[in-house]
């Protein structure tokens, strides 16, 4: 294994692979134009520029962000300036040269090449790598600078891993899938990692969704101690950066960690089903506020480090992060650029076009020596940034600067949010993001051929927020359970997603269109309701006697019966802003559990299933997801159509269980109207909706 990885590293004078970066159809916070930022960074040590002139009107709260009064000509100047301006930090008794942390990226997730040059890197440059969950690699284990993982599935634990490094990190979750389990395929399972991480080989490698010796604050106390104890080294807590981020903050402090790393939405990952990437969680900006102010407020601040990542990668993204209240920022994806990775989404499949992750596939080798000094440079060149800007800002050192919100200003954005973070608005408008041009979504080929969910690499997708929203719907963000509460693994344990109408129970809530036969026969199949008058048996039909089909609309009143809020129809207001007003009026008016509310429209996910439902459907009919399927199957034969129609809704119906297990839900009825699963990013959509803005 040692003259494997000593066999990547190439000449002094090569720089790691660079391709051009991938420029998607819809647009993604990982623009070519940011890639080649930290690409510039790596190429020169410098960064090509550090304060923009004015903030942004869409993306990150980062984005929109200034810090008062600086102008960008003060920290260029600054940049040139010499003086003692120290950009160290301590954490749980170890200075760091910048409060940098890289990770976490297993070997399996990465290729063996990368790990070793993070590791190596961070070492050189005097900040910290988390090395994830897959195990120990020999040439990783060389340098001092590692943060070791303690994971739900234990992959390759022992006394030598646990020994290792500066830290142990116990792993709850992540900001790219919170609430369910690491996923490495089968495919990448290779020899290497079937050893390290005491595997077989070619076997999926699926984590647990909780740690079964976890279920409580409690629990994570005596486990915190029990790795103290073997280690002798500090204990983090990772978690992802879920709706109520300030209790499992708080919580974790109380279980005497040395810390907590909070992964924001939007971060990278090797391997996730992209309904849970893309809808739970919320942004490290909303997240890193209010935990440090609720860990402030309980008196438990001092002496705890709060680690924050997610879509971080220039220097005055860990300035305001630090300003917000975190000690350190988790700059993992960046990494993965400075090595030439091209966001292409491809991570899983072991395929990478930079050799960065493809492990079973013997196209090219990952340059260590190269991707070492890249990342060296890039790290060098935030240090500059990071001193510039406190030079600029009159600061000597960062302590000057951490939690201080009120060197803040928050632009375009809307009064609600900015209490959320506590910073002062000072330009008002809207966070939501609409696209300016209908893209259609993509219907993902195992969705329907399979009936799997579909895996997709990496992060940066958070719609409405870093890509264009298609509906206020897609502001909401899903809740996750993480330590106050276990999740559910749907893959270990039942969640029952059954429905009863007044009439009947149907097995599934997903609404199946009756426009083709092959689709009724499938929805007969699989106990789901059926729209239209080709239904041919009762106990499939929705219902016509008592069924009522109006467009949405607020002149709406409930009634005994069915409500079919079908927004084909037209209508004075958004589907969903209906659903959660008829749901609300029903329950005032005493009416709710005598009538059933269907939902009708251009949906097309479980994710949207999910959230429908949290603000008061009992069933669902994603519309667009069966229009894709029936243009694209137009031509099959019967049976082709009907297991294809079959395939779609079992997808539909796992990305739906996976959301509820992600927040420890176990029966769908928990979730109808319980809008507390749910935040919005936007203050207006939160009103129209009547939830909570994220960060509160």
Known sequence: MVSEMASQRGRPDQLPRQLPPVRHRVPEFWS????????????????????????????????????????????????????????????????????????????????????????????????????????????????????????????????????????????????????????????????????????????????????HDIYSIEDLAQRVKALRDLSGKPVLVKVAAVNKIMFVAVG?????????????????????????????????????????????????????????????????????????????????T?????????????????????????LALPVGRFDVEAGTRALVRYLEAMGLGLRAILRALGAKDLSEIRGRRDLLELHNADEDVANAVGVELVEGGEIAWYQDQDYEPILYREMYEEGSVHITGMGGIIPGYTSPARRPLDLLR???????????????????????TPSRKFDVPIVIPGT??????????????????????????????????????????????????????????????????????????????????????????GADVYKLAALGADLVEPVEAYELLERRIKGMDYLARRERYENLTIALVEELQLSMGAGGLTSYYHMVGNRDLVRSLDGSVARALGVRVAGT
């Open 32 to 211: 070519p134009e940011r890639v080649e930022y930290v690409r510039r960074m790596a190429t020169t040590g410098r960064p090509p520029r550090i304060v923009d002139e004015s903030p942004d009107r869409t993306g990150r709260l980062l984005d929109r962000m200034t810090f008062r009064g600086l102008r960008p000509e003060d920290v260029e100047a600054a940049m040139v300036e010499g003086g003692d301006v120290d950009v160290g930090v301590e954490v749980f008794g170890m200075r760091l040269e910048m409060p940098i942390y890289i990770g976490d990226m297993s070997y399996g997730a990465l290729s063996g090449g990368p790990n070793v040059a993070i590791a190596r890197a961070a070492t050189e440059a005097g900040v910290l790598a988390g090395i994830g969950e897959g195990g120990l690699h020999p040439e990783v284990a060389k340098y001092r600078n590692i943060v070791v993982q303690w994971a739900s599935a234990r992959f390759g634990m022992d006394m030598e891993l646990l020994r290792s490094g500066v830290a142990v990190n116990l792993k709850i979750g992540q900001g790219a899938k919170p609430g369910i389990g690491g996923h490495l395929p089968g495919s990448k399972v290779t020899e290497v990692i079937s050893a390290l991480r005491k595997i077989p080989i070619g076997s999926d490698a699926i984590s647990p969704a909780p740690h």
């Open 252 to 332: 974790v402090s109380r279980s005497t960690a040395d810390g907590i790393i909070i992964d924001g939405a939007g971060a990278g990952t090797g391997a996730a089903p992209s309904a849970i990437r893309d809808h739970l969680g919320i942004p490290i900006d909303y997240a890193v506020p209010v935990s440090d102010r609720w860990l402030r407020d309980n008196g438990a601040r001092d002496n705890f480090s709060v680690i924050g990542g997610g879509l971080l990668y220039s220097p005055l993204d860990v300035a305001k992060l630090i300003a917000l209240g975190a000690d350190v920022a988790n700059v993992g």
């Open 334 to 358: 960046a990494a993965l650029l400075s090595f030439g990775c091209t966001m292409c989404h491809s991570c899983n499949t072991g395929g990478c076009p930079t050799y960065l992750t493809n």
């Open 478 to 500: 899903i809740e996750a359970a993480q330590v106050t509460h276990p999740p559910v693994d749907p893959y270990r344990e039942d969640i029952d997603v059954s429905v009863r």
């Open 516 to 605: 083709d036969p092959a689709a009724v026969a499938a929805a007969e199949a699989l106990g789901a309701p059926v729209d239209g008058d080709r239904c041919r048996n009762p106990s499939s039909c929705m219902g016509t006697a008592d069924q009522v089909r109006v467009p949405p609309g607020d002149e709406l009143e409930p009634r005994p019966g069915i409500m079919v809020l079908d927004e084909r129809l037209g209508g004075s207001e958004m589907l969903e802003e209906s659903v959660s007003r008829l749901d609300r009026d029903a329950n005032l008016m005493g009416l709710r559990d005598r009538m059933t509310i269907v939902a009708v429209g251009r949906l097309f996910s």
